[in-house]
């Protein structure tokens, strides 16, 4: 049997982490079982649906290096791949469930279903359609079609028994017939609901496997019905957990978490991101943690999948995105931190190679760059507090000593690079009768202002030239 699975987002936005974990997974699972992964978008519910939403996934899919074998925009042989431009297809499909007795078409005006919506609430129950249009008779229903009555097809559920289906990770899962709703499988429009179009296409394109969140576990019951009604065989059902903010809160675009772009705009790098989610609710069961997504192709198994929630912890996709900073070869570095770098420094003044050297193993996220140079540009203010330093032995009488000690020294360096600085610099240091840190550490603070920076006073004094540093160290002078 050729695996086949499917990644069916509804454009409705941007990528959730939670979609791009399914279709990661999905995309793995293909791709270790030497089978196929289509990409179907489900825009049924046209309402929803958010211009330019559809553009955003392949875009979105294509950063995340998730190539799909099918799809609206590589074809294949099962297409189309966008439901709407299938939409001829579904409600011959219902007929025949009609004729099976698994539905029936209802012509309940909104005004009648409006009022048992309302009865129901008043008496404290969950409305349920009522059946009220099961029992026409096929010539009433055709008389009222033929003088062009709006109508929807409804599934017809048992209203005893019970429904269940198989699944990988939950196993048998059933509900109570009575518990479920007649739902609507064409929309008065003519368009199917997701509940039907999902069934139908995953029948039709030959999808082996599917998986999706677990908001859709209470469902597949309903759908498996429609599979034994068709007398189809239905696909084999993966459902993934919720991925969570914390312990209360699914994680959600609508409470600030980002999304897969947001990320990607943050400067988290893509393989830090696809190898941080692959182990969102999939685990090795070793203590390996990095994966590239060819290693993932090659070992992704379901029984390594995970039952429970997983949580999304920020800090920890940050320490991974430090480790693959450190893994990027220094030319890919430059490359991504340029940009960075010269949203804030002049690059025909700066040499930000150099900087970007100091930078790459301090970098956790792209865009923390800016705040972690922003010095360079400009001389924060500073408290003369921060010469003291303990282990340094220092504090602002030592550093106003060291400082004007070390100042004709600077004016006097003829080779401006850090090699000529620390050698002029630290030839001198011997003669003042202070230790290395006490000249040092108070210079530092003197031309950046931080106790914290990329390179120390040698590389700063480097990369803001002769004339800034020693204006720097003559203002700093003048506060101390
Ligand atoms: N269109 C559904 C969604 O975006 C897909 C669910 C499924 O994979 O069956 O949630």
């Known amino acids: 049997m050729q695996v086949r699975t499917r990644f069916a987002p509804s454009p409705t936005g941007y990528l959730h982490l939670g979609g791009l974990r399914t279709a990661l997974y999905t995309y793995l699972f293909a791709r270790r079982n030497g089978g196929k992964f ?64 698994g539905a029936y078409y209802c012509f309940c005006t909104k005004e009648r279903l409006d009022e048992a919506r309302a009865q129901a609430e008043k008496e404290g129950k969950t409305f349920k359609y009522d059946k009220h249009c099961l029992h026409l008779s096929p010539e009433e229903v055709k008389r009222r079609i033929e003088a062009g009555e709006p109508y929807v097809i409804r599934q017809n559920v048992p209203t005893e028994g019970k429904a269940g289906f198989d699944d990988l990770l939950y196993g048998h899962v059933e509900v109570d017939c009575s518990t479920l709703d007649d739902n609507v499988l064409i929309k008065a429009d003519g368009l199917p ?64 978490d980002p999304s897969f772009e947001d990320l990607l705009d943050m400067g988290y790098l893509r393989d830090a991101i696809i190898n941080f989610i692959a182990l969102l609710g999939w685990s090795p069961r070793s203590e390996r943690e990095f994966f590239t997504l060819k290693e993932l192709e090659e070992c992704f198994d379901v029984e390594g999948l995970n039952k429970s929630p997983s949580i999304f912890d920020m800090d920890k996709l940050t320490w991974f995105n430090a480790e693959y900073m450190r893994k990027l070869s220094f030319e890919e570095f430059y490359e991504l931190a340029r940009p960075w ?10 040499d930000l190679k150099r900087l970007a050297e100091l930078l790459q193993a301090r970098t956790e996220v792209l865009n923390r760059i800016p705040g972690m140079i922003g010095f360079l540009a400009e001389m924060p203010e500073f408290d003369n507090d921060l010469y003291t330093h303990k282990k340094m ?7 106003k000593q060291a400082l004007e000690a070390v100042k004709p020294v600077l004016e006097g360096v003829k080779d401006w690079t850090e090699q000529g600085l620390h050698d002029a610099v630290m030839a001198f240091i011997p003669e003042t009768g202070l230790k290395n840190g006490q000249v040092l550490w108070p210079l530092r603070i003197a031309i950046s202002g931080l106790a914290s920076t990329p390179g120390g006073a040698f590389e700063i004094a480097y990369l803001l030239g002769r004339e800034e540093t020693l204006r720097r160290l003559d203002s700093s002078l003048k506060k101390l």
């Open 341 to 350: 770098m010269a949203k804030v420094l002049d690059p025909a003044r700066f």
């Open 193 to 256: 609901t997701y509940n039907f179009a999902n069934v139908v296409d995953d029948h039709l394109m030959a999808i082996t496997h599917v998986m999706r969140g677990t908001e859709y576990l209470s469902s597949a019951p309903k759908y498996n019905l429609l599979y034994e009604a068709f007398g189809w065989t239905p696909p084999t059902y993966i459902h993934l957990p919720v991925v969570m903010r914390d312990a209360t809160r699914k994680l959600s675009k609508r409470y600030g």
């Open 393 to 399: 032995k220092t504090n602002p009488e030592i550093a």
């Open 38 to 101: 289509i990409l179907r978008i489900e825009d049924t519910d046209q309402e929803r649906e958010v211009p330019g939403a559809v553009e955003k996934i392949y875009a979105s899919l294509a950063a995340a290096g998730l190539s799909y074998d099918e799809g609206p925009d590589v074809g294949g042989e099962y297409g189309p791949y966008i439901q709407t431009q299938r939409r001829d297809l579904y409600l011959p499909y219902a007929q025949e469930l009609v004729r099976r007795g």
